[in-house]
């Protein structure tokens, strides 16, 4: 089973990091997940080697790993999550409609979506190369002022 209901809360514990799976750190859009595993254990096996050489073991002394993660990889989980979650409810012919736009993407578009490499840059490059991805952006981003404005 790939875990796909968003990181863990808490990364650390007193003599404990997680990381990989066991920190739900898999991506939810596509299930891959040892890559994240992998750099989350170099990032805790770092803050490990400090735990040692000062002899804090603790939550406290291991937290630099919580933050270091989420600083590096947080956002991009949570947008993959979000992007999941949607497209969890997708009828058949949304999942066509929604890799027309998907089959548009550049090959360097396609594979940052696979690494989930998601920034503000890589929707902005998307929808300035896909007018099907800046079409469905601009009804999305109408239909959330809609909803604001209570219409």
Do not use: H, K
């Not at 863990?8 to 739900?24: E, K, T, Y």
């Not at 000062?54 to 989420?70: H, I, N």
């Amino acid at each position: 089973m790939i875990p796909s209901c968003g990181v863990s809360p808490r990364l650390v514990g007193d003599g404990l990091m997680l990381v990989g799976d066991a920190a739900r750190q898999a991506s939810p859009i596509v299930g891959e997940g040892i890559r994240f595993a992998m750099l989350a254990g170099l990032l805790a096996g770092r803050v490990a080697a400090r735990a040692v050489r000062r002899g804090d073991a603790s939550r406290q002394g291991l937290l630099g790993f919580e933050r270091l993660w989420r600083r590096q990889f947080e956002t991009r989980m949570r947008w993959a999550q979000w992007i999941n979650e949607r497209i969890a409810r997708y009828s058949d012919d949304m999942w066509d409609r929604r890799m027309a736009i998907i089959g548009r993407f550049t090959p360097a578009q396609f594979a940052a979506l696979l690494r989930t490499d998601l920034s503000a840059g890589w929707l902005l490059g998307a929808m300035a190369t896909n007018g099907a991805a800046r079409r469905y952006a601009v009804e999305r981003v109408a239909q959330a002022v809609r909803q604001r404005a209570g219409r």
